[in-house]
């Protein structure tokens, strides 16, 4: 019977009857191993209890076994519950590959690469990983130039070929899934609220939107509308469609704090969500369950995209010569009573 501190790799690898480079691999580099062997390796690990010797690790390599994550200044505390989750599954995926996460504060992209260079320079982490793309990065500009170990939570905005790795939820798709169930529900005029043109994740979630709505050959004239994110434009947007001669049935948020603020505008009108109105938010933030009526959201996999990304990035730090990869992962619509009626029924358009 091992202790943990006698676990080796090679006892994993014969608990396992595998390779060490196979144990090896199941730890900074799983998808070349098939899923049957993966699985066996992982059962072993776990079973086990085995933990890679970080100190060992650092004397051997030069290694910190660091990732450096720089944290946002604090939002509205709504969609902040978002990075919150991907943060604490950040930090549990990358303990499970004998890492752990350097946080640190930037007021903003110029002051997080100061934070870069800074850390580089102390040698203090291995690696990166960021979070918030957005067209006209200069972060990822700065590191991949300086041919840098990195991986982003989001999209390269607006370039044609990626020049890192990246993990990404696809926004579109789920904006595209709140529409199709608000048709089911029998709406025929849903409007999207959404941000001011030219963020990139805003403007994904409102080409699904877009796209939807034209597939199920219904009017888009006039059903978008735009501002800075927050539950008081949310209320403004959507009492603003509601003054026109024919109203929106169904409404598509970019977040659920627009969201929460066109229930206000809903309730405003005398009006039900749900039975009256759909409304369907994004992020399934925690208020989603708290407010009644319940809040419709898509819920970004953040868990899932967390465990990638450390996985691709400890690919990168084992191999430099690894091609970047590019993941994008679905969300899921988690449909609550906001967005659906007692008894569907076709809704005029007029």
Known sequence: MYTREQVTLEAVARHARVSRQ???????????????????????????????????????TSSSQLIGFRIEPTRDGINGAVLDRFLHALCEAADRHGYNVLLFAAADDAKEIEGY???????????????????????????????????TFGRPWGERRASHAWVDVDGAAGTAAAV?????????????????????VGDDRHSGWLRAVRAHQLPTRGLAARGEDGVT??????????????????????????????????????????????????????????????????????????????????????????????????PDLIVRPSSTRSTPSLVPSS
């Open 22 to 60: 196979t144990i090896s691999n199941a730890l900074n580099a799983p998808h070349r191993l098939a899923p049957d062997t993966l699985a066996r390796a992982k059962q072993a690990i776990d079973s086990l209890g085995y933990r890679p010797n970080q100190a060992a690790r650092s004397l051997r």
């Open 233 to 330: 434009t949310g209320h403004a947007l959507a009492t603003r469609l509601f003054q026109q001669s024919s109203p929106p049935t169904g409404l598509v948020c970019a977040s659920d704090s627009l969201a929460l603020g066109a229930m206000g505008a809903v309730t405003d009108r005398g009006l039900a969500a749900g039975e009256d109105v759909g409304v369907v938010g994004f992020d399934d933030t925690p208020v989603a369950v708290a407010v009644s009526p319940g809040l419709s959201s898509v819920r970004q996999p953040v868990e899932q995209a967390a465990v990638t990304l450390v996985e691709l990035l400890a690919e990168r730090l084992a191999d430099a010569t690894v091609a970047p990869a590019e993941k994008l992962i679905a």
């Open 180 to 200: 199709d169930h608000l048709v089911e529900q029998g709406h025929r005029r849903i409007a999207f609220l959404g941000w001011p043109a030219g963020s990139g």
């Open 117 to 151: 260079d800074d850390l580089l320079r102390r040698r203090a982490v291995d690696g990166f990983a960021l979070a918030g793309t957005h067209p006209g990065d200069a972060r990822t500009a700065w590191l991949a130039e300086r041919g840098l170990p990195f991986i």
